[in-house]
């Protein structure tokens, strides 16, 4: 996540896809939004592309206090496993809320919200 937020200026991560050769990760920067692939690792940016409309996702961003990365580190804390995905949206209750995919060491995936101007896991 963080080479896809440093490959724009002022990056911040909002939405995170595997994709075939590594990371697909959407990026808002200055109201506009990118498509960026990272190589699995995370150390290389493969590629990088503005996109013609930005989704509705950014003005949820726009209302969050905590970043991609640390809603990260705080779905981990609750639900130890390696990142299979995640994007910020709307809780039924109209929270915005990271939503935050994790695969254990046995291979089953975990879903953990993580409220995205507390930070607190939901």
Same mark, same amino acid.
């Given at each position: 996540?963080?080479?896809?937020? &440093? #490959?724009?200026?002022? !990056?911040?991560?909002?939405?995170?896809? +595997?994709?075939? %050769?590594?990371?697909?990760?959407?990026? $808002?920067?200055?109201?506009?939004?990118?498509?960026?692939?990272?190589?699995?690792? &995370? #150390?290389?940016?493969? !590629?990088?592309?503005?996109?013609?409309? +930005?989704?509705? %996702?950014?003005?949820?961003?726009?209302? $969050?206090?905590?970043?991609?990365?640390?809603?990260?580190?705080?779905?981990?804390?609750?639900?130890?496993?390696?990142?299979?995905?995640?994007?910020?949206?709307?809780?039924? %209750?109209?929270?915005?809320?990271?939503?935050?995919?994790?695969?254990?060491?046995?291979?089953?995936?975990?879903?953990?919200?993580?409220?995205?101007?507390?930070?607190?896991?939901?």
């Amino acid at each position: 996540m963080q080479a896809a937020a &440093g #490959a724009v200026p002022d !990056g911040q991560v909002f939405d995170v896809e +595997p994709g075939p %050769d590594g990371w697909e990760i959407k990026v $808002a920067s200055h109201g506009q939004e990118h498509k960026v692939r990272v190589s699995r690792d &995370g #150390a290389q940016v493969l !590629g990088e592309q503005q996109t013609a409309k +930005p989704s509705d %996702d950014m003005a949820k961003l726009e209302q $969050a206090g905590v970043d991609a990365v640390k809603a990260l580190q705080t779905a981990q804390q609750r639900q130890p496993g390696e990142l299979d995905e995640m994007e910020i949206d709307r809780a039924t %209750d109209g929270t915005v809320v990271w939503e935050v995919g994790l695969r254990d060491g046995k291979g089953i995936e975990h879903e953990v919200a993580v409220d995205a101007k507390t930070g607190a896991v939901r």
